[in-house]
């Protein structure tokens, strides 16, 4: 992608969608690192409908500590790796109870420390919950900034570190989200939507997906 089309390449995303945020339900900072961390191949209908049920009963380190792997699990089986996630889970918040009071730390050193917590999760936590402008990349991400050239590597962190050069400095706070949902709704795996894509002009993806 030419340095002249990730202007309006980013102005336009923004118009369709000038707040994006997270399709991952929650209320609170520890809430939110909850459910990015069940969210690994996983979908976020798929964890919401996991955490309506687990959060009325334990939203807190202390009350996941309390409830235990095995309380936690029945929560949370409907979710692919979910004796793993359980696990990480519990130990995460037992760590956030002994060492953090309670509190979802501030800096990606901290939160990277956590059971389960990769630097795509503490991004995540760190842009949704703190409002600091980082590039979570999952899949869809991966995938759009390399398909459209905006942002090509051959690993998330290469993709990463590309968008945040390339990325002008207004739009990094909602990147990642309008990627995201460019990527989940659009900009598809199998076959991209091109036809009604409205970022297509200043795409270099060559073989555009004719209207069906």
């Given at each position: 992608?030419?340095?002249?089309?990730?202007?309006?390449?980013?102005?336009?995303?923004?118009?369709?969608?000038?707040?994006?945020?997270?399709?991952?339900?929650?209320?609170?900072?520890f809430e939110?690192?909850?459910?990015?961390?069940?969210?690994?191949?996983?979908?976020?209908?798929?964890?919401?409908?996991?955490?309506?049920?687990?959060?009325?009963?334990?939203?807190?380190p202390q009350?996941?500590?309390?409830?235990?792997?095995?309380?936690?699990?029945?929560?949370?089986?409907?979710?692919?790796?979910?004796?793993?996630?359980?696990?990480?889970?519990?130990?995460?918040?037992?760590?956030?109870?002994?060492?953090?009071?309670?509190?979802?730390?501030?800096?990606?050193?901290?939160?990277?420390?956590?059971?389960?917590?990769?630097?795509?999760?503490?991004?995540?936590?760190?842009?949704?919950?703190?409002?600091?402008?980082?590039?979570?990349?999952?899949?869809?991400?991966?995938r759009v900034?390399?398909?459209?050239?905006?942002?090509?590597?051959?690993?998330?962190?290469?993709?990463?570190?590309?968008?945040?050069?390339?990325?002008?400095?207004?739009?990094?706070?909602?990147?990642?989200?309008?990627?995201?949902?460019?990527?989940?709704?659009?900009?598809?795996?199998?076959?991209?939507?091109?036809?009604?894509?409205?970022?297509?002009?200043?795409?270099?993806?060559?073989?555009?997906?004719?209207?069906?």
């Amino acid at each position: 992608m030419k340095k002249a089309d990730v202007e309006p390449f980013f102005a336009t995303l923004e118009a369709a969608n000038p707040t994006p945020e997270t399709e991952l339900e929650y209320s609170t900072p520890f809430e939110l690192l909850a459910a990015v961390l069940l969210s690994a191949q996983a979908t976020d209908v798929g964890v919401n409908k996991a955490t309506r049920k687990l959060f009325p009963v334990a939203n807190t380190p202390q009350a996941i500590v309390d409830l235990g792997v095995e309380g936690l699990e029945d929560y949370i089986k409907t979710i692919g790796l979910y004796r793993s996630k359980a696990k990480h889970l519990v130990e995460a918040a037992r760590m956030l109870v002994e060492r953090h009071r309670g509190e979802v730390p501030r800096t990606r050193a901290e939160l990277e420390a956590l059971p389960g917590v990769g630097r795509k999760t503490a991004n995540v936590v760190l842009n949704v919950a703190f409002g600091e402008p980082t590039m979570a990349v999952d899949t869809h991400i991966f995938r759009v900034g390399n398909r459209t050239g905006l942002a090509p590597g051959k690993t998330p962190l290469e993709v990463e570190l590309k968008l945040e050069k390339r990325v002008p400095e207004k739009y990094r706070l909602h990147a990642h989200h309008w990627l995201i949902l460019h990527g989940r709704y659009t900009c598809v795996a199998r076959k991209p939507q091109c036809w009604q894509c409205a970022v297509s002009p200043y795409c270099d993806y060559k073989p555009k997906t004719p209207a069906p």
